[in-house]
């Protein structure tokens, strides 16, 4: 597995923000490795707002959005994640799946019930293997009924002796 869980700390670490809100777009369905239920989402549904990544799912249920890697991931680099959904809420109970993927492998998730009062979810993951810059960054959602999911930062805190 590449990453597996952790918490930066370690005075060694610098911080700096991985990934764009704004350079986020469809992937193919097929290429999700979750479920390939992803459908095209109208572009009014999902995109960079205030910094983060925003998914409305009354039009988008089931998202897979890509963005290549910008920079090379060493093993011993620790990645962070924010994210949160507004209050969940539909006329069916059922649960909402956030997943970050990375060169094809599930790296964080979390599930959320619906409905639900709005909630932050903070992940920590350490890399083990080299993972070269270019490799696809999928965010996987999937929700019913007219909810709203953020993700925000995501920050690679470099092992102390990587590579600038």
Do not use: K
């Not at 620790?78 to 492998?105: F, N, R």
């Not at 992940?123 to 709203?148: I, M, Q």
């Amino acid at each position: 597995m590449l990453l597996v869980g952790c918490a930066p700390g370690d005075s060694a670490l610098q911080g700096e923000p991985l990934l764009a809100p704004e350079a986020w777009v469809q992937g193919d369905p097929a290429t999700d490795p979750l479920d390939g239920l992803a459908r095209d989402c109208p572009p009014s549904t999902w995109g960079a707002e205030g910094g983060r990544l925003e998914v409305q799912t009354g039009a988008c249920a089931q998202a897979w959005l890509v963005q290549p890697l910008p920079v090379d991931l060493a093993p011993g680099d620790v990645l962070t994640v924010s994210s949160w959904h507004q209050g969940l809420d539909a006329a069916e109970a059922g649960e909402g799946h956030l997943a970050l993927v990375i060169d094809g492998q599930l790296v964080w998730e979390v599930w959320a019930p619906i409905p639900s009062e709005p909630e932050l979810f903070d992940g920590r993951f350490v890399a083990r293997r080299f993972v070269p810059a270019g490799a696809d960054v999928g965010v996987h959602l999937h929700n019913h009924g007219y909810n709203s999911w953020s993700v925000g930062e995501v920050v690679r805190w470099r092992a102390q002796g990587s590579e600038p």
